[in-house]
């Protein structure tokens, strides 16, 4: 057995999806340790930082390849292929809730309670980490999910793009925006903290 | 943001930036200010991937899943979910009851020209015929003995046939007539046949008329043929 997970560990993700479409369970385990922990982690940004609801969209999503493994398109990399797909749940799961607001005003709520705090530096680093998430809220969500693809996930702006199914040029620009829009707020907030 | 302006903005200090650093970010940030705060957003997005992890039920519950859906041969036939399993396998048993229909519709064709060509080959092959004479004209020994009662001794070792048919047949017969005794010199050589040995013959009368008298004049030529049959 550990011999065959070793040999599944060298294989790329679309050979583990091929080999899964077979019937593998260790390719299937393969790729679930490769992803789950990730796309948890998308799923918990994504889903207002519910850890049970971020489960459940990586149980739904898994789900999803064992049932209809052939909706893999061998045109993309699994990767990309995968996360949007995840990133097509949440666009569906944010229509289907207007919450986004509610979210929004709680997360502020605690950003001015924290502000309230000791002024030290591992303080501070953690009053900016919150600011950054509430701007990143506020963000409208293409931006927004350009940005967390590219600076939180570590995607490639080659990736993002095929993962979000638009060209090079527009990641591009839309994470520049976003990071102009960042820089901008939390300039303002910087300058409100020192004050 | 293209990887080498990102790090160039983590890895140096605003008042460190060469002149080249400081071109090719400038359309990113505008003042030292904005550096800090841009590489401060750098550096806390990637602490913001936090250590979540899903519960290691959802590892199992999956696998089980995965067991269930692609459990026995029917995984590997159908990947499309179980309305597809279905159909596959009611191809499977339409397709070979089809086949047993059609195999048994054409047994009974098959049967027909297979036995339409026994009969037609029985006349093409016949079974050798042995030779009748023999059976009907010498039967036994004792019969072979009362023939050669039939045949007067001319002398000088030649021998008349009486006017009936001379027969000889079967090795042991034939050892018994001695060629060189010129046995046919007078005989009706109409009624003569010559075997081999074996049961083909040679009839005079079947000889083209030359041959005949040919014979008739030379009657030693029956020796040859007989040695040569």
Do not use: C
């Amino acid at each position: 057995m550990r011999l065959l997970r070793a040999t599944y560990k060298d294989f790329s993700d679309e050979k583990l999806m091929h080999e899964m479409q077979l019937g593998k369970e260790q390719a299937f385990q393969e790729l679930y340790d490769r992803y789950a922990q990730s796309l948890h982690q998308y799923f918990y940004r994504r889903m207002w930082k519910d850890k049970e609801k971020a489960e459940d969209f990586v149980h739904d999503l898994f789900t999803k390849i064992i049932k209809n493994p052939e909706s893999f398109d061998v045109n993309r990399t699994f990767k990309t292929w995968i996360f949007s797909v995840a990133n097509n749940m949440t666009i569906n799961e944010y229509k289907k809730q207007a919450v986004r607001s509610v979210v929004s005003t709680g997360i502020e709520t605690e950003y001015q309670a924290s502000t309230n705090a000791s002024s030290d530096s591992i303080v501070q680093d953690e009053m900016f980490r919150e600011a950054l998430e509430k701007e990143l809220i506020e963000l409208d969500e293409k931006h927004r999910e350009v940005f967390e693809l590219r600076h939180i996930q570590g995607f490639s702006v080659k990736e993002i793009a095929q993962t979000l199914g638009i060209n090079e040029g527009t990641v591009k620009s839309r994470v520049f925006y976003a990071v102009k829009q960042l820089t901008g707020k939390l300039v303002e907030f910087k300058v409100s903290l020192q004050a | 943001m293209e990887k080498e302006i990102e790090k160039i903005i983590k890895e140096n200090q605003f008042s460190n930036l060469s002149k080249e650093d400081l071109q090719s970010i400038e359309e990113w940030v505008g003042s030292e200010e904005e550096f800090e705060v841009l590489k401060q957003i750098l550096m806390t997005a990637e602490s913001l991937n936090e250590n979540v992890a899903p519960s290691p039920k959802l590892r199992e519950s999956l696998t089980d899943a995965f067991n269930t859906q692609y459990s026995g041969k029917t995984a590997i036939l159908t990947n499309k979910g179980e309305g597809k399993k279905k159909v596959v396998w009611l191809r499977f048993a339409v397709s070979a009851a089809a086949i047993f229909v059609v195999l048994m519709l054409l047994f009974p064709i098959y049967n027909n020209d297979q036995q339409e060509i026994t009969a037609s080959n029985t006349p093409a092959v016949p079974k050798e015929k042995a030779p009748q004479f023999t059976e009907k004209k010498v039967n036994s020994t004792e019969e072979l003995e009362q023939n050669e009662s039939n045949i007067e001794e001319l002398g000088d070792g030649i021998r008349e046939l009486p006017n009936q048919l001379a027969t000889v047949n079967s090795s042991e017969n034939a050892a018994s007539s001695n060629p060189s005794n010129s046995f046919y010199a007078d005989a009706d050589l109409s009624s003569v046949s010559f075997f081999n040995g074996h049961s083909d013959r040679l009839v005079v009368n079947d000889l083209p008329e030359e041959s005949r008298q040919v014979i008739q004049e030379n009657p030693g030529l029956l020796d040859i043929l007989y040695t040569s049959f």
